[in-house]
């Protein structure tokens, strides 16, 4: 597999009849699906693209895997990530890039990049991905296929390996809305083991029904804050997307989100405070390479020599800012300010919210980058998230999906949809009306 | 602190406690687990006490109940809501290197327990009691035996994830005997509500902070209250690994022997965490580097805040010992004494009312408090050890207040023979020919008595009365003992001088 899409191709029946629990009649029978490598599997390595769980073999499922397994799906894979989650680009993989089968050449997007990129290559029909600030919407839009974050708890997160855990969600990749929101059907749902899970069922039959390309007297909302930053032919791209709608019977204005200016670096602290301490527990005692370094049997020094050779230098930039933002005397200068700031976003949005039914942006400012160009520079790679990260911050449902290619350079476009809490029938109705041409 | 030399009379102690209790429930804080203890290691766990990646808290509502029961008995402050927090800091026994607990929205705040102390009645303030998860535990194999020293450890998760509520007390003991009284008491309420068991090994962990203040630098006149600034002042150690009441006041009166005789010899007292060697009787110098901890606090987004407002009022607490003690005294008039052995744990209170419903309350209480407790405590027995055979001991009660025996017997043979034999009462009765003899019996003997001693009859018709002595013996010995001497004394007496 010269992209490098998968970690692991080990196949998962959800059919085989050694599992009770499936279905060989189940919603997604014969549908094979490709599952983000920080999504536990059982007895198949789960390594969150890190050397760090290289030889990691869960004993469990993520509640998500057993709904796949009851509605007959076959897993095919695990797919390439960028380590833990924290990238944009899937190049921070202890596994090496993974190539974007749209744009070769160029990265898939992260960090869900290999899910992305297996739905785009066709090895697979369907994805699962997790959101944390982005990850599931800028890969579906590097990679020119349909990706939903979930509202969050609408989606278990139990044995996702955790990142920002008060950020994430596990969420689909389809090929099509309709594909993307039937898989948003099987794992959607409350679930006792994750109690931040709620009961928010579709008001509708389903949300593969919601995918009726209905958009008429629908309101858009353009927040003009992330138009912005964008690239001038990504702007163009985006709003040939808006035109398109608004001529099947949507109408657009555009409205102000003035915390999002805040929201990167907002999302950063929080992201980075909750990884350092879900990380902690790579130690060495039970995860991790051995380590070749005498430590002299000082166990503090054994689980720094681990820490140090078992993850990757953008994790250790995380954990060691998450550290720094959460210690007595900054804590309040910048994670306390980092929740205010939060609280601030998710105002905005539900005042936004309350006059448009959606909202609508380009997922990214910019096209796929090359591989390799935005490696050297966090910053940048930071700063490219901006679109997505408030999203996270307002807990809020969102989708991007194709809205057509750059006129410069002919590489995908995203658009991405946000709509209020548990809205996502809302959003795939929406979305699905730019499939209809 | 500059060296002060002073006497040891101007010195006072203050001391402050965490204390670690285990909460009994059937499950554990966060996951499905069993809290039994087993012997095989890691047995009773999961994915989510393990720390697995992925894995998630799910917050086992009975740890919170017995957290509100704790609350109100204590007459805390309980919150609208209550949350957790991570509490950020490595150690191999801690599975995911946080410990979840809460912190500045403890379930319990601004509490208080009524001691006494030498029969002063003393009010401790409980600062705040919180819930939080236990680690699982280490064993250090071979060389040193310490943590840095031994040439291996085993790590053991059976207990992590066991709830643990912490209660942290103020300042407010002066001397190592009230830290006794009050954990005495702490855990006296606990088993009242029926969240906490003293056997379970490790259920009671303590934490002492103690310093020493010369009584001129606090401003009061009353030595229960200390100006923050003093106790800032003093260098304090904290004293851990202490595991029950009877070891925190060894601990404490060695801590404060040491601190003491360092002022008056003119030395500094170093501000450390000490261990407390329980089989050595000595705190030791932990050695590990004293900065102050930083443990990086911030919400567990995994556990959403909970309502308990209306706990509190749903669930209701058992008559606590201190009120059941003022009952005991009242209803059944009995010494404050006797009241507080009877209540000493809720089982001993529970079987006293039971038996005193029954029979006289003194004779009751003289059979529970002291008979009772006075052989279980020489066997280092406790009342729970004989739980299923309470019933025997009511019959043992019933044989005594219907004079079937006498209380001599009861007491010094068949309670013995029950607690060493495992024989019931009516058992031990009739294989040791306990049973009181009959009037028409101790006759009979009397007579004959007379009949087969006829020089003992004739000595005592001739004026010698200790012959008597003699006759009594023997029907004493007819009986097997079991007549009272004094009657058979008598009826020798009307027989011979009939
Ligand atoms: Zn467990």
């Known amino acids: 597999m010269a992209a490098n899409i998968f970690i692991t191709d080990e196949r998962i029946e959800g059919d085989d009849t050694e599992n009770e629990d499936a279905d060989a009649d189940g919603p997604l029978a014969g549908r094979t ?76 997007g992260g960090s869900s990049g290999g899910s992305a990129a297996a739905v785009a290559a066709g090895e697979a029909d369907l994805a699962l991905g997790s959101d944390t600030g982005g990850s599931i919407r800028c890969p579906a839009a590097f990679c020119g296929v349909v990706g939903i974050k979930p509202t969050y708890g609408l989606v278990s997160r139990y044995g996702l390996v955790a990142y920002g855990n008060s950020l994430e969600q596990i969420g ?35 949300y593969a029904a919601a995918a009726t390309g209905d958009v008429d007297g629908l309101t858009i909302g353009v927040p003009t804050e992330l138009l912005e930053g964008a690239d001038e032919d990504v702007v163009d791209t985006f709003w040939d997307a808006i035109a398109d709608l608004e001529a099947q019977g949507a109408e657009y204005h555009e409205v102000s989100l003035p915390s999002v200016e805040h929201a990167v670096e907002a999302y950063y602290v929080i992201a980075m405070s909750e990884a350092s301490s879900n990380l902690a527990r790579f130690d060495g005692v039970r995860y991790g390479p051995e380590t070749e370094t005498e430590t002299e049997g000082n166990w503090n ?62 997922t990214m400012p910019v096209t796929p980058f090359e591989q390799g160009e935005s490696l050297d520079d966090p910053l940048q790679m930071y700063l490219a998230d901006a679109n997505t990260v408030p999203v996270n911050l307002a807990d809020l449902p969102a989708i991007s999906v194709p809205a057509g290619e750059s006129d410069a350079d002919g590489l995908p476009v995203g658009l991405q949809l946000v709509g209020p809490a548990f809205g996502e029938e809302r959003l795939i109705r929406a979305a699905s009306a730019l499939e209809f041409e | 602190m500059t060296a002060q030399t002073v006497q040891q009379g101007d010195l006072v102690t203050v001391i402050g406690l965490e204390v670690h209790v285990q909460l009994e429930t059937d499950t554990k804080i966060f996951c499905g687990c069993s809290t039994d203890q087993t012997d095989e290691p890691n047995e009773n766990v999961c994915p989510v006490c393990l720390g697995l990646p992925g894995a ?55 509490g208080d327990l009524e001691i006494s102390v030498e029969g002063e009645r003393r009010t401790v303030t409980i600062e705040r009691a919180h819930l939080e998860e236990d680690p699982g535990s280490l064993q250090h194999v071979g060389g040193g035996g310490g943590i840095d020293s031994a040439d291996y450890t085993l790590v053991n998760y059976n207990r992590a994830g066991t709830p643990l509520m912490e209660v942290v007390t103020a300042p407010d003991f002066r001397s190592p005997g009230e830290v006794r009284a009050f954990l005495a008491e702490l855990e006296e309420v606990l088993e009242y509500l029926g969240v906490f068991d003293a056997e379970r090994d490790g259920s009671l962990r303590i934490d002492a902070n103690l310093s020493i203040i010369p009584e001129d630098e606090i401003e009061s006149d009353d030595v ?95 008559e606590l010992p201190s009120a059941r003690r003022e009952r005991f005294q009242d209803e059944y008039t009995l010494s404050e004494e006797a009241a507080s052995k009877l209540t000493s744990t809720k089982q001993v209170a529970d079987f006293y009312e039971d038996v005193a419903q ?11 408090a002291d008979n009772l407790l006075g052989e279980l405590n020489y066997r280092d027995m406790e009342i729970t050890g ?113």
């Open chain 1, 301 to 362: 020094e054994t689980f720094s020599q681990v820490r140090k050779d078992g993850f990757g230098d953008e994790v250790k930039r995380r954990i060691l800012l998450g550290t720094y933002a959460l210690s007595a005397g900054y804590h309040d200068k910048y994670y306390k300010k980092a929740q205010d700031a939060r609280a601030w976003v998710k105002q905005d949005f539900d005042e936004a919210l309350s006059e448009a039914d959606v909202l609508a942006s380009p």
């Open chain 2, 56 to 110: 998630l808290p799910v917050l086992n509502e009975g740890a919170v109940e017995a957290a509100v029961k704790i609350g109100k008995a204590i007459d805390a402050d309980i919150p609208e809501e209550t949350r957790f927090h991570r509490k950020n800091y490595y150690y191999p026994d801690l599975p995911k290197n946080f410990q979840i607990t809460q912190y500045d929205e403890p379930i319990c705040a601004d």
């Open chain 1, 33 to 108: 699906v490709a599952v983000k490598d920080n999504i536990s599997t059982k007895g198949v390595a789960t390594t969150c693209g890190s050397a760090m769980l290289e030889e990691y073999v869960p004993p469990y499922d993520a509640t998500v895997i057993s709904r796949l397994k009851e509605a007959g799906a076959t897993i095919v894979g695990k797919a390439n990530m960028d380590e833990f989650g924290m990238g944009s680009t899937t190049e921070t993989s202890a596994f090496g890039p993974t190539d974007n089968p749209a744009a070769p050449g160029h990265v898939p």
């Open chain 2, 386 to 498: 004989i739980e299923s055979r309470l019933d025997e001991v009511t019959r043992l009660v019933e044989l005594v207040a219907t004079d079937e025996i006498t209380a001599k017997n009861a007491r010094e043979t068949v309670l013995r023979s029950m607690l060493d034999d495992g024989r019931t009462p009516d058992e031990v009765v009739a294989e040791e020919g306990l049973g009181k003899t009959g009037e028409d019996e101790v006759q009979q003997a009397v007579v004959e008595a007379i009949d087969e001693n006829p020089d003992a009859v004739a000595d005592y018709e001739s004026g010698d009365d200790g012959a008597i002595n003699f006759l009594v013996g023997q029907v004493m010995q007819k009986t097997g003992g079991s007549a009272d001497p004094g009657d058979v004394n008598q009826l020798l007496r009307a027989e011979l001088n009939d």
């Open chain 2, 224 to 318: 229960t209250e200390i100006g923050e600034e003093a106790l800032a002042a003093a260098n304090r150690t904290e004293v851990k690994n202490i595991s029950s009441h009877k070891g925190a006041e060894k601990a404490l009166a060695y801590e404060e022997t040491r601190q003491k005789n360092a002022i008056q010899r003119g030395r500094a007292v170093e501000q450390e965490t000490r261990h407390w060697d329980e089989s050595r009787g000595i705190t030791v110098s932990m050695r590990s580097k004293e900065e102050e901890k930083d443990y990086r606090y911030f919400e567990e987004a995994d556990l959403p805040p909970l309502r308990v407002s209306h706990w509190k009022d749903e669930i209701s607490i058992p």
């Open chain 1, 172 to 206: 689909p990749f389809g090929e099509t809305v309709e594909d993307a929101a039937a898989l948003l059907d099987v794992i959607a749902g409350p679930d006792e083991r994750d109690a931040t899970t709620r009961d928010a069922a579709p008001d509708g039959e389903s």
């Open chain 2, 358 to 368: 029954e029979f006289d309350p003194d004779l009751a209480a003289t059979w529970v």
